[in-house]
C-alpha cells in the first residue's frame, strides 16, 4: 500500500515531469531536473534514518533477490554467518554459498518459522552476519539491531523506514522498494564505503557496489519512475514525522489486530508473541472452525479487504500494514471479523 497522494503524484509526473511536457518516462536519466529527485532521494534516506557519515545510499535494479548474490559477491571473502528465519533468509544463504562458507549460526524451521531465534553464537570469524529483518511470508518480525562481533548485513525489503535503525551496526542495509517504499523495479542499497574492496574475487561491474557508489547510481539507467515514486513516498514519511512515527503509527496497528486475534474465538495467530511483526500479521482459523476459511476469505473480501489471503506455506490470512496502511484499514478488518464471528 502506498498513500494515495504519492501515487497521484508520480502518476502527473508521468504524464507531465515538472511542466517540461514530456513524461517522466520519456525524459533521459541523466536530464538535468531528473538529477535533484535522486538527490533528493538519497537525502531523505540518510535523513529518515539517520545514516552516519562513510555509508552510501545507492539504488539498483534486480529486485532484493539480487542483492542475495550482490552482497556476498561484494562482502563475502572466506566465511559469512546466516540466520535462517525463513523462505527469504534461505535463498540469500542458497546464493552466498557459491562464493564461500556459510555458517547458518540458528534457524526456526524446526517450528515453521514462528519464532526468530535467540542466543545463538556468532563465529567472530564470519566476515559479516545476515539477518531478514522482517519475514514477510511468516510474519515474524526482529525489531532491534542485534549486537554482533562481526557486522550486521540486513534484508529490510518489507520493514525498512517502520522503525529508527542504528546503521553503525550495518554494512549494509538492502530492501526491495515494493514493500514499505514505491513501486516494485528499484532497490534501496545503503552500504558502508570502508566495507568495499576488501574481497580478493574479481566483481564482474554492474554486481559491484563500488561502481554505484562512484557514479552516484547513475552508471547505467537507474528505474527512474520507481525512484521517483520513492523520493515522493519519503518526503510523505518526512512531513507525517518520519520513522519514531511510522513505527508508533504500526504499533498502533498491530496491536489493535493482535488484540482481536487473540480475543476472537475464531481464530489465532501463527507467530510466538514476542516475535511478531508489526508489518505482515499472519493468523488462521482455530482447528475447530478451519472448515470456514474460504468463508472468511470471501466475506472480508466482499468487505473491500484485498490481498488477505496467506501465504501458501502459512496458510490462513496474512494482513499487510505497511507505513501507508490506516488505523481505518485494520478496524475495517477487525469489524469484519467480529462480524464473521456473530454469524458462527
Ligand atoms: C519480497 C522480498 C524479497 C524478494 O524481493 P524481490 O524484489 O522480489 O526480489 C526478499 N526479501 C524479503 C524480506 C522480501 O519480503
Not at 520519456?26 to 529518515?48: C, M, T, W, Y
Not at 553503525?168 to 542495509?173: D, L, M
Not at 478451519?290 to 490481498?307: I, N, S, W
Amino acid at each position: 500500500m502506498l498513500p494515495r497522494e504519492v501515487i497521484e503524484a508520480t502518476a502527473a509526473a508521468c504524464l507531465d515531469f515538472e511542466g517540461s511536457g514530456l513524461s517522466l518516462m520519456e525524459i533521459s536519466h541523466r536530464a538535468k531536473n531528473f538529477q535533484p529527485v535522486v538527490d533528493k532521494a538519497v537525502e531523505l534516506v540518510k535523513e529518515l534514518l539517520d545514516v552516519p557519515e562513510g555509508y552510501s545510499v545507492i539504488f539498483l535494479a534486480g529486485g532484493a533477490s539480487t542483492e542475495f548474490c550482490r552482497v556476498p559477491y561484494n562482502f563475502l571473502e572466506k566465511k559469512a554467518a546466516y540466520l535462517n528465519t525463513g523462505t527469504w533468509a534461505k535463498k540469500a544463504m542458497k546464493e552466498a554459498k557459491l562464493f564461500g562458507e556459510v555458517v547458518e549460526v540458528a534457524s526456526s524451521a524446526d517450528d515453521n518459522y514462528t519464532y526468530i531465534p535467540k542466543g545463538f553464537a556468532i563465529p567472530e570469524d564470519a566476515d559479516y552476519l545476515h539477518v531478514t529483518s522482517n519475514n514477510t511470508i511468516f510474519g515474524t518480525e526482529m525489531r532491534y539491531d542485534l549486537d554482533s562481533p562481526v557486522p550486521l548485513v540486513a534484508d529490510m525489503s518489507s520493514d525498512i523506514f517502520s522503525r529508527p535503525v542504528d546503521v553503525s551496526k550495518y554494512n549494509c542495509i538492502y530492501a526491495g522498494a515494493q514493500k514499505n517504499v514505491s513501486m516494485a523495479g528499484v532497490n534501496i542499497v545503503i552500504v558502508k564505503e570502508a566495507a568495499l574492496g576488501k574481497v580478493s574475487r574479481q566483481i564482474p561491474t554492474m554486481l559491484d557496489y563500488a561502481t554505484h557508489v562512484k557514479s552516484g547510481s547513475m552508471f547505467n539507467t537507474p528505474p527512474v519512475v520507481p525512484i521517483y515514486c520513492a523520493m515522493k513516498n519519503l518526503e510523505w514519511m518526512k512531513k507525517n514525522g518520519g520513522v519514531e512515527a511510522m513505527a508508533k503509527r504500526a504499533e498502533e496497528r498491530a496491536d489493535m489486530l493482535y488484540a482481536e486475534i487473540d480475543r476472537n474465538k475464531l481464530f489465532r495467530g501463527t507467530v510466538k508473541e514476542e516475535d511478531r511483526s508489526l508489518m505482515n500479521i499472519c493468523f488462521v482459523m482455530n482447528d475447530e472452525y478451519k472448515e470456514l476459511e474460504a468463508d472468511f476469505l470471501q466475506f472480508a473480501t466482499d468487505r473491500g479487504m484485498v490481498g488477505i489471503k496467506g501465504h501458501r506455506s502459512v496458510g490462513g490470512f496474512r494482513a499487510s500494514c505497511y507505513n501507508a496502511q490506516t488505523v481505518e484499514g485494520v478496524q475495517a478488518l477487525i469489524q469484519s471479523m467480529k462480524d464473521f464471528e456473530a454469524q458462527h
